[in-house]
């Protein structure tokens, strides 16, 4: 059994910054790419930004130049920092991550999801 938990959403004024992280637990044997989706309600997820084991990175052109993601593999997380926040940046974040477990079973797994809004 393996798990993604979430923290550091919440309320922020554009323009500023907020840092999302993501840990995973569990029956770990590696992780391969990991990534951070948005969604609003009653819309499709939306991927954000993606990150291999090796630290290669991907964005959304929506995103590029104002967020990073990150990864630290000793703790199995990651991270994103968003920053020059904007009020269309208001989605619930979810993190998702494919892992390998010591069973060998290969799981895509997402967290629980932490609302990011940005007021005006």
């Known amino acids: 059994q393996v798990q993604l938990v979430e923290s550091g959403g919440g309320l922020v004024q554009a323009g500023g910054s907020l840092r999302l992280s993501c840990a995973a637990s569990?029956?770990?044997?590696?992780?391969?790419?990991m990534a951070w989706y948005r969604q609003a309600p009653g819309k499709e997820r939306a991927l954000v930004a993606t990150?291999?084991?090796?630290?290669?990175?991907n964005y959304a052109d929506s995103v590029k130049g104002r967020f990073t993601i990150s990864r630290d593999n000793a703790k199995n997380t990651v991270y994103l920092q968003m920053n020059s926040l904007k009020p269309e940046d208001t989605f619930v974040y979810y993190c998702?991550?494919?892992?390998?477990?010591?069973?060998?079973?290969?799981?895509?797994?997402w967290g629980q999801g932490t609302l990011v809004t940005v007021s005006s």
């Open positions: 990150i291999t084991s090796g630290g290669s990175t």
């Open positions: 569990g029956s770990i044997f590696s992780i391969n790419v």
């Open positions: 998702n991550a494919v892992i390998r477990t010591y069973f060998q079973s290969v799981l895509e797994v």
